[in-house]
Each structure stands twice: as C-alpha cells, then as structure tokens.
C-alpha cells in the first residue's frame, strides 16, 4: 500500500511538472529558478534547474548503444546564453547544484541542473527553447552579479 502511494505521488509530481511546462510555455513567461554562487577569478557560477516539465515538452535523446541519455546535445539544442557581444557561452548538465540551489527552493520536479561560469558584472541572455523546431523563445536579460545570489523564480519572457 504504501508502494502505491510513493508510486502516485511521483507521478502526480511528474504530471504537475508537466502541466506546469505546457502551461507555462503557452503563455508570456516562463518560470526558471535560479541562482548564483561560488565567485572566483572575475567570474562566477551560474546555476539553474532543468525542470521536468522542460524535458516532457521535448525529451532528451537516448543513446541506444550506451543506455545513456544525451544531456549535451539536449541542453545544447534547447538553452542558449549569450553575453554583450553575441558570444554563446558553454552549459553544462549536472545532477546536482554543489548546495547553491536546495532541493526544498526547485519549484516542481528538477531533472537536473544546468552549469555556466559567467563574467561578474557583465551582461547576459539567457534562452530556453521549449521545441528546437518551433521559433518560440523565453528570455532573461541579466548582469552577472559579483557575490552569491540565492534562489529565486525568474520569469522569461517569451520572445
């Protein structure tokens, strides 16, 4: 019985998540938390959640060789930052934030995080493209901060 309960809650934390990345990517905004930590060198840490939702709207591919699911390709085909000058900046896919986005502060369900090291004080765009075939977008225009920053629900807005 209690299996069954487990079983239900899970998936109706999928389905919420799901619902939640529909929804949300019908209309102006999209949510994305977010937060910066660990500076050093001039730049720091960018850290944000890839919600369940986000990989339901278009799934990353699965290598069938290997078993494994292919987050580079799918993070590289739907996220895109930029900074001032047009240059596309690198993200990475992480199982987990290093303590700078807590399990309680993601909202729904995460997959994973993504990872980008950014210049403190320069300034950003950040896309998430729920379908590559699609010309929707959803957009944070930001400054790189120089210290921590916590978690917080960031509204993209669509393009």
Do not use: C
Not at 14 to 32: I, L, P, R, Y
Not at 101 to 111: D, R, T, W
Not at 147 to 159: E, L, T, W
Request: charged fraction near 25%; avoid cysteine.
């Amino acid at each position: 019985m209690k299996r069954l309960l487990v079983v239900l809650i899970v998936m109706g934390v999928v389905a919420v998540g799901w619902w939640a990345a529909q929804t949300g990517t019908q209309q102006n905004v999209f949510q994305v938390v977010m937060a910066f930590g660990f500076p050093k060198d001039g730049r720091i840490e960018l850290h944000a959640v890839a919600s369940m939702g986000m990989t339901a709207t278009e799934p990353p591919r699965l290598d069938p060789s290997t078993g494994r699911i292919n987050w580079a390709e799918w993070v590289d085909e739907h996220f895109d930052l930029r900074d001032a000058a047009g240059k596309r900046e690198n993200i990475f896919f992480k199982s987990g934030s290093d303590d700078v986005i807590p399990v309680n502060k993601v909202l729904g369900a995460a997959e994973g995080y993504l990872f980008a090291k950014v210049k403190q004080g320069a300034d950003y765009t950040f896309d998430y493209i729920p379908k590559r075939a699609e010309a929707r977008r959803f957009r944070h225009t930001f400054t790189a901060p120089t210290g921590n920053v916590p978690v917080d629900r960031i509204n993209f807005k669509r393009m």
